[in-house]
């Protein structure tokens, strides 16, 4: 390691924290396939414009992160962890529990006040005892994920163990595009995938988007790992823009119709 901002812990220096969310999507499996890239590389900064769960940050541990989703009670969620969040509300894995918390939550929407400790509380508490840990609202913006049914949970109660990471990271809420990049950055780009239709925030991610972002990923002037699912088109856009694509066999952890056989993913290179 050279000094101490340049330097990042690897996955096999340290034992990376567990991320705090069920996430779909999330890459855990895909840490130690892209810790050597990061390795040889050694970048001032970790981008990552679609941060989800964190299952790279968390596992890559680098000393600095831009680290950006779209979905505002993820981002909420990580700003309440960085100022030393605690959860003190009623936590039980019980469907009358879940549906007063899921109220609770949508009402501090519905009166703006969905940026504050107690909604990034309901929403660990949502996440994790909700449907497959998923996230997704109705037209009016309003969390309808029914009870999870899971046999037991381990609901924590403080997230300290994050606040040295979580301290030196910057977090922000909204489009990929609007990210600003900068000399010595290193990108990972993890979008919905290229499905007919999956939603992880109000607003989906069509086929347009995959279009904008594969354009604005091959503009940028950092190395650059995306990944997606492996679809025909998707293969031939990361091509089209001047990426060299592999594919791998990736588990399916979450999915939205319950699907969780083995899938082929794409991952894309440029600048290496
Ligand atoms: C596949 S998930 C990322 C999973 C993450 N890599 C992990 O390991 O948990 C895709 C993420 O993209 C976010 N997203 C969707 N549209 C977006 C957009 N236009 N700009 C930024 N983030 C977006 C979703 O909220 C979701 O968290």
């Given at each position: ?27 855990r ?8 890239y ?17 299952a ?6 680098p ?32 469907a ?8 609770e ?26 449907f497959?840990?998923?996230?997704r ?5 309003l ?20 606040q040295?990471?979580f301290?030196?990271?910057t ?11 900068e ?14 239709f ?26 650059v ?38 899938a ?5 290179f440029?600048?290496?």
């Amino acid at each position: 390691m050279t000094s101490p901002e340049k330097a990042i812990a690897s996955s096999s220096q340290v034992h990376s924290l567990v991320p705090p969310l069920k996430w779909a999507g999330g890459k855990r499996w895909l840490v130690d396939r892209l810790t050597p890239y990061w390795d040889e590389i050694q970048p001032q900064r970790l981008v990552e414009p679609f941060c989800g769960g964190l299952a790279i940050a968390l596992g890559v541990s680098p000393q600095q992160a831009l680290l950006n989703d779209i979905n505002p009670h993820l981002i909420n969620f990580y700003h309440q962890i960085q100022q030393g969040l605690s959860c003190n509300i009623r936590m039980e894995n019980q469907a009358d529990c879940y549906y007063q918390n899921r109220t609770e939550f949508n009402h501090l929407i519905e009166c703006q006040q969905a940026q504050t400790a107690e909604a990034a509380q309901l929403f660990y508490y949502l996440n994790r005892t909700g449907f497959n840990g998923l996230c997704r609202f109705n037209r009016r913006g309003l969390f309808n994920v029914p009870f999870g049914r899971y046999k037991k949970i381990n609901y924590k109660t403080d997230f300290q163990e994050y606040q040295p990471l979580f301290r030196r990271w910057t977090f922000t809420q909204g489009d990929f595009a609007a990210l600003a990049i900068e000399a010595g950055d290193f990108i990972y780009a993890d979008p919905p995938y290229d499905v007919e239709f999956r939603q992880y925030s109000s607003g989906g991610f069509d086929w347009s988007d995959q279009e904008r972002l594969a354009k604005w990923l091959g503009e940028q002037s950092v190395p650059v790992i995306a990944s997606n699912q492996a679809t025909e088109r998707i293969l031939a856009l990361y091509k089209y823009h001047g990426f060299k694509v592999d594919t791998v066999v990736a588990p399916r952890r979450i999915s939205c119709n319950g699907d969780r056989r083995p899938a082929q993913e794409m991952l894309a290179f440029k600048g290496f």
